[in-house]
């Protein structure tokens, strides 16, 4: 790793030195100079070797404001990031790119949303920008991951995942790079990270403070063409998201979601507001004008199909919530035999219980 790069990051590590200040900085001066018109503030030779350190064993790459490999993405933006840590590869970002982002609280109809939407798109070569947070963000990466393994299943082995033509999975974390938030996304960081690209604009050692969310959700929003919201409260992390890309002027659509349900206020409320609908990956195509209706591949689904019978209690339920009474009249079954049923598809991926009320998730309608 270069001098400077070193250098950059450990100003950004500077307390009070804020990152417009050092990225007017950065901007007309190399990173040695800035340190040296610092003076006291300026950080010393143990914080610089340490910095250094760290980067190595983190295997972290730097880039900043004046440096060549700065993503174009950031650099005329209205709140550009003066230092970036990434792992993996920053040319992920010259391929297309839809953000997925939504509640941590997400329903079982969400995460199924997110991981098919986020698959279908990674097949047609869109890479997939979200957060890394436990919910709606880690499922549209999972979905990246699932689409990339079948990839190279279908060549042998004999791809890796940078040969594969699917879209790869943008993260933009809060944290440094090597404190993985939450610990249970350990293995998708890591996928992330060797196969995609990881990206922090907080260095090394950085816990997850809250008030790092928001900055990372407007480096996630600028980084997107079209942002998609699936499940949604009327405020958090993902309206913030979405305030983010309205400021930039970038498409922002929205998952239709129950009335009913506390989760899916924010996605509604924005479809009130006149943000497209999202049903399936083609309506995301089409606004990213790729659109391929003509030549659409096969959807990937890995539940088992469901047995003759199975598949006449889901067409019962017509694309609507039911409860079980409501099911049993509009098919004159028995009631074992239906809630065992009900028990099967949902353990299978096809039905879910919310509240008592049974729905089918996604084309199981």
Same mark, same amino acid.
């Given at each position: 790793?270069?001098?400077? #790069?070193?250098?950059?990051?450990?100003?950004?590590?500077?307390?009070?030195?804020? =990152?417009?200040?050092?990225?007017?900085?950065?901007?007309?001066?190399?990173? $040695?100079?800035?340190?040296?018109?610092?003076?006291?503030?300026?950080?010393? =030779?143990?914080?610089? !070797?340490?910095?250094?350190?760290?980067? +190595?064993?983190?295997?972290?790459?730097?880039?900043?404001?004046?440096?060549?490999?700065?993503?174009?993405?950031?650099?005329?933006?209205?709140?550009? %990031?003066?230092?970036?840590?990434?792992?993996?590869?920053?040319?992920?970002?010259?391929?297309?790119?839809?953000?997925?982002?939504?509640?941590?609280?997400?329903? !079982?109809?969400?995460?199924?949303?997110?991981?098919?939407? &986020?698959?279908?798109?990674?097949?047609?070569?869109?890479?997939?920008?979200?957060?890394?947070?436990?919910?709606?963000?880690?499922?549209?990466?999972?979905?990246?991951?699932?689409?990339?393994?079948?990839?190279?299943?279908?060549?042998?082995?004999?791809?890796?995942?940078?040969?594969?033509?699917?879209?790869? !999975?943008?993260?933009?974390?809060?944290?440094?790079?090597?404190?993985?938030?939450?610990? +249970?996304?350990?293995?998708?960081?890591?996928?992330?990270? +060797?196969?995609?690209?990881?990206?922090?604009?907080? %260095?090394?050692?950085?816990?997850?403070?809250?008030? $790092?969310? %928001?900055?990372?959700?407007?480096?996630?929003?600028?980084? #997107?063409? @079209? /942002?998609?919201?699936?499940?949604?409260?009327?405020?958090?992390?993902?309206?913030?998201?979405? +305030?983010? &890309?309205?400021?930039?002027?970038? =498409?922002?659509?929205?998952?239709?979601?129950?009335?009913?349900?506390?989760?899916?206020?924010?996605?509604?409320?924005?479809?009130?507001?006149? #943000?497209?609908?999202? @049903?399936?990956?083609?309506?995301?195509?089409?606004?990213?004008?790729?659109?391929?209706?003509?030549?659409?591949?096969?959807?990937?689904?890995?539940?088992?199909?469901?047995?003759?019978?199975?598949?006449?209690?889901?067409?019962?339920?017509?694309?609507?919530? @039911?409860?079980?009474?409501? /099911? /049993?009249?509009?098919?004159? =079954?028995?009631?074992?035999?239906?809630?065992?049923?009900?028990?099967?598809?949902?353990?299978?991926?096809?039905?879910?219980?919310?509240?008592?009320?049974?729905? @089918?998730?996604?084309?199981?309608?």
């Amino acid at each position: 790793m270069n001098e400077d #790069c070193v250098f950059a990051a450990a100003l950004s590590a500077v307390p009070r030195l804020g =990152t417009r200040r050092l990225s007017a900085m950065l901007a007309v001066q190399s990173p $040695r100079k800035a340190m040296e018109m610092l003076g006291r503030e300026a950080p010393s =030779t143990q914080d610089i !070797a340490a910095m250094k350190q760290k980067l +190595e064993d983190g295997e972290m790459s730097v880039s900043y404001v004046g440096a060549h490999d700065y993503p174009a993405l950031l650099l005329d933006d209205v709140a550009r %990031p003066s230092v970036l840590f990434y792992r993996g590869d920053l040319n992920v970002l010259q391929q297309r790119r839809v953000g997925i982002v939504g509640t941590r609280a997400a329903t !079982a109809a969400g995460r199924y949303m997110a991981s098919h939407l &986020a698959y279908d798109l990674s097949e047609q070569g869109v890479a997939i920008v979200s957060g890394l947070a436990r919910g709606i963000d880690a499922w549209a990466h999972k979905g990246v991951l699932l689409a990339l393994d079948r990839d190279i299943k279908s060549h042998d082995s004999k791809i890796s995942a940078r040969d594969s033509h699917c879209g790869q !999975a943008i993260a933009i974390v809060a944290s440094g790079l090597d404190v993985t938030y939450p610990k +249970e996304n350990a293995e998708l960081w890591k996928f992330v990270a +060797e196969n995609g690209l990881l990206v922090s604009e907080s %260095p090394p050692g950085t816990m997850p403070e809250a008030f $790092r969310f %928001p900055l990372r959700n407007r480096i996630l929003a600028a980084l #997107c063409e @079209v /942002l998609v919201v699936i499940e949604s409260h009327a405020k958090g992390g993902s309206m913030i998201t979405v +305030e983010e &890309a309205q400021r930039r002027d970038i =498409t922002v659509m929205a998952v239709p979601g129950s009335p009913r349900a506390l989760s899916s206020f924010g996605t509604n409320l924005l479809l009130q507001q006149g #943000c497209a609908p999202v @049903v399936d990956a083609t309506d995301v195509m089409v606004a990213l004008g790729l659109d391929n209706r003509r030549n659409h591949p096969q959807v990937f689904d890995s539940r088992r199909t469901p047995s003759a019978q199975d598949q006449i209690l889901i067409s019962h339920m017509r694309c609507e919530a @039911v409860t079980l009474d409501q /099911l /049993l009249m509009r098919t004159s =079954t028995d009631l074992v035999q239906t809630a065992l049923a009900l028990g099967r598809l949902e353990s299978e991926g096809w039905v879910v219980n919310n509240a008592g009320w049974w729905e @089918v998730l996604g084309r199981g309608c």
